[in-house]
């Protein structure tokens, strides 16, 4: 039997084993919080009832034949659930839409054009150049970052003059608001077009898997609302879908001002193909539609249209361990000073590579639900030669 001492010894070296134990706990909890944060780990813990609500919903705009455009909202039946308002427009008539924002209970109005032009890659001008990338279909979180930065006033007017707002990729897919933030964007370009000034929309990997139709990270609101009405989900993007139309017209890379935009990267091999910027992009606007085939033998397939190696799928610059060399070739290509990215997440905004790679995705501000920790918006602003980290509340910092 133990004597009484004995059980005392044996108790505190319980209790310091139970110490130990916590503390090892406490610890490896402590490093793996502090590891999540910085590879962009949030916890939700609070969603907004508002974003449920669907009363009009829209505009979602499809092409009935050559003459005439299909207008449909989303309205609240007095049970509380949901029909579809229909009403057709001749395609060469003037069609002003409303979209609607429930969190705030604000609108805006959108004039449908039907014409669209594919952009220019490459841009030479002295104004300056506002980028900001993966919004990932928080509207309020973009729109309030352009208020405070001067790009549009407190009505959504455009006021960036001629310059050049680029949007590196990944704005729409994830969460509540993606109608909301594509016609936003639509309304803006035309905006800036009249005042000489552009909206550049770079496309993302989820501006493709939208396209494609894989719709895994899409938000099941979108499901409903597609059968709301009488549509399938991958019908909201396609073709025949007017908003689909005007985002397949956009490129996948573009040069401005010397910066080369593009969501992903440039892969090294790249520099190798004899192909212009021009030539890339209609490769890979020809592919919107059609996803990577992994057994095709063509070169410019595998380097454009991979979800490894092509430009809004390349991680290289931060998973891929590149020599300076390698990250030069594909900007000597292109004559770039720098190329400025989304895709992969940073702390904030960076300059890495002697300068020459600029990573801009961030974790912005969640529309819908609240996460910690809280998000907080960057952009990048390039005058002359000087580029600036830009925040949410308007202020800027030299790089």
Same mark, same amino acid.
């Given at each position: 039997?133990?004597?009484?001492?004995?059980?005392?010894?044996?108790?505190?070296?319980?209790?310091?084993?139970?110490?130990?134990? %916590?503390?090892?706990?406490?610890?490896?909890?402590?490093?793996? =919080?502090? *590891?999540?944060?910085?590879?962009?780990?949030? &916890?939700? !813990?609070?969603?907004?009832? %508002?974003?449920?609500?669907?009363?009009?919903?829209?505009?979602? =705009?499809? *092409?009935?034949?050559?003459?005439?455009?299909? &207008?449909? !909202?989303?309205?609240?039946?007095?049970?509380?659930?949901?029909?579809?308002?229909?009403?057709?427009?001749?395609?060469?008539?003037?069609?002003?839409?409303?979209?609607? !924002?429930?969190?705030?209970n604000t609108s805006f109005d959108v004039e449908i054009k039907t014409d669209f032009e594919i952009p220019k890659s490459i841009y030479n001008d002295n104004n300056k150049i506002l980028a900001i990338s993966d919004i990932e279909s928080n509207y309020k979180t973009f729109r309030d970052f352009l208020k405070n930065n001067k790009v549009i006033d407190h009505n959504l007017n455009w006021t960036f003059g001629k310059g050049h707002l680029v949007l590196v990729g990944d704005f729409i897919d994830r969460g509540y608001f993606t109608t909301q933030v594509l016609w936003f964007i639509y309304k803006l370009e035309q905006e800036a077009e009249k005042q000489g000034g552009n909206v550049h929309y770079i496309i993302g990997n989820h501006e493709l898997k939208m396209m494609y139709g894989n719709y895994g990270a899409t938000d099941h609101k979108y499901r409903d609302i597609a059968s709301i009405i009488g549509k399938n989900e991958i019908d909201l993007y396609s073709k025949n879908s007017l908003i689909g139309t005007w985002l397949a017209s956009k490129n996948a890379i573009e040069l401005i001002n010397g910066n080369l935009f593009v969501h992903g990267g440039i892969h090294p091999d790249l520099a190798e193909s004899k192909l212009t910027l021009e030539e890339m992009n209609q490769v890979m606007r020809a592919s919107y539609y059609q996803a990577f085939d992994p057994e095709s033998s063509k070169i410019q397939d595998k380097l454009l249209i991979s979800n490894k190696t092509g430009p809004s799928w390349y991680r290289g610059y931060f998973k891929d361990g590149l020599t300076q060399q390698q990250v030069e070739l594909g900007l000597n290509k292109f004559n770039a000073k720098s190329v400025i990215v989304g895709h992969t997440l940073q702390a904030k905004v960076n300059r890495l590579y002697d300068d020459k790679v600029i990573g801009i995705d961030v974790s912005h501000p969640n529309d819908d639900h609240k996460l910690w920790p809280e998000g907080k918006s960057e952009g990048l602003l390039i005058v002359g030669d000087k580029y600036y980290r830009v925040f949410n509340n308007g202020e800027k910092q030299e790089l």
């Open positions: 039997m133990f004597t009484t001492n004995q059980e005392s010894i044996m108790g505190k070296k319980s209790l310091k084993y139970i110490k130990y134990t %916590l503390l090892i706990i406490l610890v490896m909890l402590t490093i793996a =919080i502090i *590891f999540g944060i910085s590879m962009g780990a949030r &916890v939700h !813990y609070g969603d907004n009832p %508002l974003a449920l609500n669907w009363d009009n919903e829209g505009p979602y =705009i499809f *092409f009935k034949n050559d003459r005439v455009l299909d &207008v449909y !909202y989303i309205k609240r039946n007095n049970d509380g659930g949901y029909y579809s308002k229909r009403q057709d427009y001749p395609i060469d008539s003037l069609v002003l839409a409303t979209s609607y !924002y429930p969190l705030d």
